[in-house]
């Protein structure tokens, strides 16, 4: 028997040393995912962020604002005060663990006194449109990828196709419904995001919907069945009347705003003999080209002091969490990169 124990903390051992943390977390993740009674186990000693129906609790600390994580004896105390049981950290959705591999929960307690909460725990639940923007950047994508789950989890209640409840696992990874056999997974709609380009200038709209002054570029969700290419090609020819001559991959994004997209950014080159914009106006208020010199002043204005005393606004671009904002200054990037061209 002892050998057979010394035999596996040999392995263990060995792969602890052979992999990377990161490797390790991730292995431990994917393991918590799959195993109710080890997650469950995790739960009483992982950390949690709160939700109130759906939005984030925050703690202001100075000009800061943090996202505490309480501790599974402090989740104990608070569901003690509204005498509720320990039942609801089976609410919980897994977000991740740290490098020690404590797991992370997020917990949604819209059906508790939202108050009582605020004052026990000397902070606010905070809109994630607010949120989002003024915690720190790592922490930002955390909340949003947090928000999307809990989102998933309170709307995938009942299967589509018998109309029964569906049970989550205790990760929060799936829904089964028992009547049917189907397993519901968590989903992101694919939105491609393009900035346009002629070569010496780049393309931003505006919706209706957007704040005063507000550009970004291109964007529309992906059909069903089409590729991230020809979604771009579609939705650039749709929303702008321009055919893309060549398009490349940037970078990509989990974005929470109306709810869970996969945000697919790429740049793209337009023929340069036809430049002239036909703008959908069912979709977009304004679309024009912008120079180099114009993006460079929008990227630096803050959206407070782009109002004109004649009321009229001055260009601002997406702050540094949206893709928009890394699409554009890759953009300038480029063109101020590139060697000046000799006449
Ligand atoms: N992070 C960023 O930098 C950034 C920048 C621009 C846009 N976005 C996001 O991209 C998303 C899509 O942008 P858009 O408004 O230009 O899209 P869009 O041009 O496809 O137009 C939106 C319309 O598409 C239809 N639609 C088709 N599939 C849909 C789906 N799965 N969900 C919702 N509507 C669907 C609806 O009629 C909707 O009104 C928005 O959620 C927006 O917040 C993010
Ligand atoms: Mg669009």
Redesign the pocket.
Known sequence: MAAIYQAAYRRAALFCRSHSTYVRKMRYLSKLKEDDSLCRQAQTSGTFYLFHNLSPFLQKVGKKYLIPQLSAAEMKRILEKFKETEQWIEKSVLIGCSDERVPHFALDLGALERSVIEAELKGSFTDLRKAFFVVDEKDSSLLASAQALLRWHDSHQYCSKTGQPTQKNVAGSKRVCHASGITYYPQM?P?V?ILVSDGSRCLLAR?PSFPQGMY????????VGEAVEEAARR?VA??VGLEVESLWYSAS?H?P???S?L?I?CHALVRAQQLKISMNSL?LEEARWFGLEEIMEGLKREPKSAKQNNGSFLPWF?PK???????ISEWVKQQTSQPAQVQ
Not at 321 to 327: F, K, R
């Open positions: 709609s939105v995001i919706q970004t570029a291109l964007s529309g969700f992906c059909d939705e749709e929303e994004q974005w705003f109306p709810s997209c945000m950014a979709e997406p969490q949206a893709i928009a904002h890394q699409l």
